[in-house]
């Protein structure tokens, strides 16, 4: 072998480094690493397809036959249950001649042959990785072999720039042969000489002690696909993430730009963090928190803070703090009773209504946020997509309502093919996304490469709160585990680290090095990073920590108080003392009406938190005493910003309205608007809508059977003439598919029409109106001509187009964006069934007609148990007058005993049940009257009275229309 100081010529031998090189047995073993690794990585969807193109790609590389991998693919197919042992195959690598003195050499040898291909996806790094762990390395080496190639690369990139004149000459001429440059010796691997193709003059530098590129490596880089990947990082070309712009709106995004955290150094990984809301004194200072807020994160050389609807970001963290100081003392008091009996009262459906009287505070600018995030997540999946020519593995890092933004890119993601590989691992913390969505098997199989971590807190009652409008049946990412097993889902359980939401801020280098992240060590001894002086139960001066959460043990190491927001805590014992003094308490679980156990709570919430502060302002000091005085001043500004906030007539009482989740990620209203009417004109309707939008409603519910699309669409597409900022985003929209254009080749025209007719740019919700099929008699739909018949006068049917042909059409409007999310109407058990068996997306919601006498317990129970929301059409009888609920006796005891009136009887009764309604209001003393469904609360024995009513009778009666 050459010296290293000698000068080469052409006509010198050279120790190049080719796999051919390598002793058959090493390169087996290499071989039956990777698929050992591979297998109990990815075994469905896109991401196995990766797994068998790589293995057939690096068979080939390594100079292996098909019947050799094989052979491989037998020996190591799990037993049992149990993965079969590498360490033989790691012995017979440590005992050939490239790898006896190091093992590290395995690492640089996959990278390189992977960087042969043009790419480093996020699949190949955590197989890296994995390789790393099973070859007892650390991930110090994997980086070291990565900042080795980087070496190298600028090095290549260098001289490259100098000659590129020349070297454009000699290819012209395709002349010269490939020359080679010593470089210096490896001291674990001995001396080794780096080929690089001709017109590289420039001399290589060596790449690190210890490690060894080699020849061939270095003639990977060198070559047409390596400079190509070279230009990507080391140029204007390779910008990444940071050279993105926003090219087109999602939803109602203004703002989307990523920021780098630090000075950027090239890299061959990147990492994304996204900020879930921005609490600093003013917003000048919360736009920079967007990076700054990440500075204690030590994941590699490109780190990126994504700056997004900073505006509405800095409102949500101004309404958290905010609804932290009003809420504070009762909440505290809230959480100790949730010891008691009122525990399942408090933990299903009902909140204490001296919490919804200033949920005001908060509601608002939280549903913004909700519906902005699912915009940006579709931005961020575009910006990522953007790069797959310079295909690098990204990791993504949020908390709060930046962890939503981050699972709706995935989701995005995951409707792209090209979506595969760039993701390598999600960390979501704090999230208020479902638990329970059946999408996370898809994001496993398709999206994610490495781990979907999940980080939650069971004492997030804040999250709770925001998400109170949930179906009892469904979790929350953020306060409980995802329900999805998948050996790469990580559930990390942060209740003993984060007590409140305002955590992932106060907390949060302690939050990231917990989920498994590497933090500066500085950042950690310093006690942590993060600003905001208000917290839900951190480290702020406003501290407080609730009690914990029924079912979730205090730690040991802690003690467990009930602190105030004045710095007077009392202790759990003395809270004791206070519940044990009142009978009131004592006696609730004698108390059988929830609408009395409600008003006694709410009176004893107020006498509790006055007799906690009371018995700590005995004990403070004089300044303690005027700090609590202060408190009250700011809940009263608080209190009355919120009440300045209530512009335009009643347009913030949306914020009363709770919202169910969906299993595609949305959030439905759960109190909508009807807009088929048999009271009100065509012409009337435009008027109706606005006013609808003036009090507060946000859920529309359309069909082209209705005739009045086009003018529900008058008032959606003006929404400034409502005298407000209302937005799009801000909207949930559902339309209809009608019956005779169930053929596929129909679906996407229907659905297009409705978004034109309701001037809506997309629709929320896409439901099939009915499980029939009739001939197709054109486009327009209306009632003279929606229902074909043939000359008998019989119903035509269309009995070609199964249910999950027409099914197959709707969720390729999910995968173009026209709709959010599709579902069904007038649907039985049979049906779904049917549907279900064979669907990829499966239904969000099934509408049905639900009144107390037609209760429809049975389908109810049925969608609800598989994560199908219901909704309720005719929810107070049917407008002809057929169905007269209104008149019952027993729903108009009720209504009596509660002072309301049988309407908000029938509606509370759906409501309680977890039950999405659209009841359709002709006046505003109407809609006023609906919204107000949810100051009251019927007891359970009032709910099974309601039930007991049923009649199984419908309205909707037809020979083609079979409920059994």
Not at 79 to 90: E, I, K, N, T, W
Request: one cysteine or more.
């Amino acid at each position: 072998m050459a010296s290293p100081n000698a000068d080469p010529t052409e006509e010198d031998e050279v120790d190049v480094f080719k796999w051919e090189n390598i002793e058959e047995q090493s390169r087996y073993a290499v071989l039956t690493l990777i698929v050992n690794e591979l297998n109990g990585l990815y075994d469905a969807g896109l991401n196995k397809k990766w797994r068998d193109a790589y293995i057939t790609g690096i068979a080939k590389t390594l100079i292996m036959s098909r019947n050799v991998v094989a052979g491989i693919e037998r020996v190591t197919e799990a037993s049992d249950g149990l993965r079969c042992d590498m360490a033989p195959y790691v012995e017979m690598l440590a005992m050939g001649a490239r790898y006896k003195e190091g093992l590290q050499a395995v690492l640089h040898d996959i990278l390189l042959s992977s960087l042969d291909k043009g790419c480093y996806d996020a699949q190949c790094r955590v197989l890296l990785a994995k390789l790393a762990e099973c070859l007892g390395l650390g991930g110090s080496e994997l980086i070291a072999a990565e900042e080795a190639v980087l070496s190298v690369m600028k090095t290549l990139h260098e001289a490259e720039s100098e000659e590129q004149k020349a070297q454009r000459e000699a290819q012209k001429k395709k002349a010269r042969r490939k020359k080679a440059v010593m470089i210096g010796v490896s001291a674990v691997l001995g001396a080794a000489v780096i080929g690089v193709t001709g017109g590289l003059a420039a001399p290589l530098v060596a790449v690190g002690a210890g490690v060894l590129i080699g020849s061939g490596g270095a003639a990977v880089l060198g070559s047409a696909v390596g400079i190509a990947l070279i230009t990507t990082i080391f140029t204007t070309a390779g910008a990444g993430l940071a050279g993105y712009k926003m090219n087109k709106r999602l939803g109602d995004v203004k703002e989307f730009e990523f920021r780098e955290v630090r000075e950027k150094k090239p890299s061959l990984r990147s990492v994304v963090c996204v900020t879930g809301w921005l609490d600093g004194s003013d917003i000048a200072t919360d736009v920079e928190a967007c990076t700054e807020q990440w500075l204690c994160l030590d994941e590699g050389n490109e780190v990126y803070g994504l700056r997004w609807e900073t505006k509405e970001l800095h409102e949500l963290g101004s309404a958290l703090s905010s609804f932290v100081k009003s809420t504070a003392v009762n909440m505290a008091v809230t959480e100790a009773l949730k010891q008691t009996v009122m525990a399942s009262f408090l933990s299903a459906i009902a909140w204490p209504m001296t919490l919804l009287q200033v949920a005001s505070i908060i509601d608002n600018p939280w549903q913004i946020c909700i519906n902005r995030s699912e915009g940006a997540g579709r931005m961020l999946a575009d910006a990522l997509l953007s790069l797959k020519d310079t295909r690098r593995p990204v990791s993504l890092v949020g908390y709060g309502m930046g962890a939503r933004l981050i699972f709706f890119a995935l989701l995005e993601l995951a409707k792209y093919k090209g979506g595969s590989g760039i993701v390598q691992n999600a960390y979501l913390l704090g999230a208020p996304i479902p638990a329970d969505s059946p999408h996370y098997a898809k994001l496993m199989n398709d999206v994610v490469a490495g781990e979907l971590v999940i980080g939650y807190s069971r004492s997030d009652w804040v999250l709770k709160f925001l998400h109170r409008t949930m179906t009892v049946s469904a979790s929350i990412a953020g306060t409980a585990p995802v329900q999805y097993q998948h050996p790469r889902l990580v559930n990390v359980d942060l209740t003993d680290l984060v007590t409140g939401h305002h955590d992932y801020v106060t907390k949060l280098p302690e939050v990231l090095k917990t989920v498994g992240l590497h933090v500066r060590d500085e950042v950690i001894s310093g006690g942590g990073s993060g600003s905001g002086d208000v917290t839900d139960g951190g480290n702020g001066p406003d501290d407080f920590l609730a009690v914990s959460t029924v079912g979730v043990a205090a730690p040991a190491s802690r003690v467990s108080t009930v602190s105030l927001p004045c710095d007077a805590a009392v202790t759990t014992s003395d809270t004791a003392a206070l519940r044990s003094s009142d009978s009131t308490v004592s006696n609730a679980a004698s108390v059988h009406s929830s609408s009395t156990v409600a008003g006694s709570l709410d009176m004893l919430l107020d006498a509790r938190a006055t007799a906690a502060v009371s018995a700590a302002a005995q004990s403070s000091s004089k300044d303690e005493s005027t700090s609590c005085a202060t408190m009250s001043a700011e809940i009263s500004a608080d209190q009355h910003q919120a009440e300045r906030h209530q512009h335009h007539g009643d347009l913030m009482m949306s914020s009363v309205i709770p919202c169910i989740a969906l299993s595609s990620g949305q959030q439905v209203p759960q109190l909508g608007f009807g807009t088929y009417s048999s009271v009100l004109s065509v012409a009337e309707m435009p008027a109706a809508i606005r006013d609808a939008l003036r009090t507060g409603y946000r859920h529309f519910d359309c069909a082209p059977i209705y005739d009045t699309q086009a003018a529900v669409g008058e008032a959606l597409g003006d929404l400034a003439s409502v005298g407000s900022d209302l937005t799009r985003g801000d909207l949930f929209v559902t339309s209809k598919l009608w019956n005779t254009l169930h053929e596929p080749c129909h679906v996407r025209r229907a659905c297009t029409d409705c978004i034109k007719a309701l001037q809506c740019e997309y629709l929320d919700l896409f439901l099939m109106h009915s499980p029939v099929a009739m001939a197709f008699n054109g486009y327009d739909v209306d009632g003279a001509s929606s229902i074909p018949k043939n000359s008998d006068g019989e119903v035509e049917m269309d009995t070609k187009t199964r249910l999950i042909d027409t099914w197959r059409a709707m969720e390729a409007l999910v995968d173009e964006g026209l709709v959010r999310s599709i579902g069904v109407s007038n649907f039985n058990i049979s049906h779904l069934e049917t549907l279900l068996a064979d669907s990829r997306i499966p239904p969000a919601v099934n509408q049905i007609e639900i009144h107390p006498y037609c209760v429809q317990i049975p389908l109810v129970d049925w969608c609800q148990s598989r994560g199908i929301a219901v909704t309720a059409y005719s929810p107070l009888g049917a407008q002809n007058g057929l169905v007269k609920v209104l008149e019952d006796d027993v729903i108009s005891q009720l209504a009596k005993h509660h002072g309301v009136s049988p309407a908000q009887v029938c509606l509370r009764w759906s409501v309680q049940r977890g039950i999405v309604v659209i009841p359709h209001s002709p006046t505003v003393e109407f809609m006023k009257e609906n919204l107000n469904i949810f100051k009251f609360t019927l007891s359970d024995e009032e709910i099974k009275r309601i039930s007991s009513l049923d009649r199984q009778q419908h309205s909707l009666v037809r020979d083609w229309l079979t409920w059994e």
